[in-house]
């Protein structure tokens, strides 16, 4: 799509998200008057997401930054040619690399970083919030459609549990019907309910670009993604457990450790792998696996689109197709795992290391691998001899 149908294209897509957000502008009061910061932060995670793909885009067309853009090509280019065993004997290598706050682009992606950071503590209004994704330059306008969408879901998901009035059986009922028109209401824009495998988002032609081009500013994307799904297991868990009422302040206070300093240091350190619902909300998962897994995918997505934006030296054109391409592979019926295949993969990545419990406790690790690592391990004991 060039340029000038894209632009008149933008307002014609705001406007569609604002009439969507406004047809549930009811349903989220129940949300801001029980959890109003909550309310608050999750409009801010709407508007930083947005912000920060268009920030990696600009970085990465900047002419400043020429020289790391091609070194950091031949790494991911030469991290793609590896097999399995290779990347698996690297130690800390490959994957490991990601995981540095130290970044190829420097004081770049720190400003850029700082500023994401302070736009997540700063109030939006709903136009704002309805426009963010149609304002995105870095993203092609069906692929902004669709995250709209799924935001628009995950808020009146929200809302249903954060609803005082109703009980959790008619929360169940509520979270089937915001499901059932989440699929039919833009049916175009919804992401399947059938989970998708890990591999979509963890070994295509872009993977890694993000964590090892952008790792501060993925990591704050992923720290919010923690605390939507550790917030709404509070909130869940509350609810079926009495016992454990209460306890969203402490999840917002997780949360706020993990934001650290201007720049992303912290001592509680941002998840290095993408939160998934059965490791963070498994209350969610037992109340509603459909919703569990739209979420999951649309989390997934959003990592992928993320890796595609952050590869560089990938010109306009065939980092939309890119992206188009992987919203196909999501909003689509193929490629869709099995149940136990969906958890055992969301559940290697292990708890600790995609942000940590809701509010238990884990001082540590309880996996020795990453998700990849342990994929790859699966992928390689599968393969091998008899």
């Known amino acids: 799509m060039n340029t000038k149908h894209r632009d008149i294209l933008k307002p014609v897509c705001g406007l569609l998200f604002g009439m969507s957000l ?17 309310a608050r932060l999750y409009d801010a995670f709407t508007v930083t997401h947005a912000a920060a793909l268009d920030e990696v885009a600009d970085i990465n067309s900047n002419p400043r930054t020429a020289a790391e853009r091609q070194d950091l090509r031949m790494e991911l280019d030469m991290m793609k040619e590896m097999d399995h065993h290779q990347m698996m004997s690297m130690g800390h290598s490959a994957m490991g690399m990601s995981m540095s706050m130290d970044g190829p682009y420097g004081e770049f992606e720190a400003d850029a970083r700082a500023e994401l950071g302070r736009m997540v503590r700063r109030e939006y209004n709903a136009e704002q919030v309805s426009d963010a994704y149609a304002n995105a330059q870095s993203l092609p306008r069906h692929a902004a459609m669709v995250l709209s969408w799924g935001a628009q879901f995950e808020r009146d998901l929200w ?15 509520a979270t089937e019907d915001a499901i059932n028109e989440y699929q039919t209401g833009d049916a175009m824009h919804a992401i399947s309910v059938r989970p998708k495998p890990a591999s979509l988002y963890l070994d295509h032609e872009h993977a890694n670009g993000m964590k090892t081009a952008f790792p501060r500013i993925s990591g704050l994307l992923w720290s919010n993604q923690w605390l939507q799904l550790a917030s709404l297991e509070a909130i869940i868990l509350g609810q079926v457990d009495p016992q454990f009422a209460g306890r969203v302040d402490l999840t917002i206070e997780r949360y706020n450790n993990k934001l650290g300093s201007e720049t992303g240091m912290s001592v509680f350190p941002a998840p290095s792998e993408l939160p998934t619902a059965p490791a963070i909300a498994p209350s969610l998962y037992t109340q509603s696996q459909q919703a569990a897994v739209i979420l999951d995918n649309l989390n997934m997505l959003e990592a992928a689109i993320a890796d595609i934006i952050a590869y560089p030296n990938l010109d306009a054109d065939a980092r939309e197709q890119a992206i188009l391409e992987k919203v196909e592979q999501f909003t689509g019926e193929a490629n869709a ?31 020795n691998r990453s998700r990849a690592a342990m994929d790859m391990q699966h992928t390689m004991i599968m393969s091998g001899p008899n």
């Not at 406004?22 to 909550?38: I, T």
């Not at 249903?160 to 929360?171: G, H, Q, R, T, Y």
């Not at 708890?351 to 001082?363: K, M, V, W, Y």
């Open 22 to 38: 406004a047809a549930g502008s009811l349903a989220q009061s129940a949300l801001e008057n029980e959890y109003p910061e909550l």
């Open 159 to 173: 809302n249903i549990w954060a609803d005082p009035e109703m009980s959790v059986e008619e929360k169940s009922g």
């Open 337 to 367: 795992d099995a149940e136990m295949d969906y958890l055992l993969s969301a559940l290697r990545g292990g708890i600790f290391n995609q942000g940590g419990p809701a509010i238990g406790e884990l001082s540590g690790s309880e996996r």
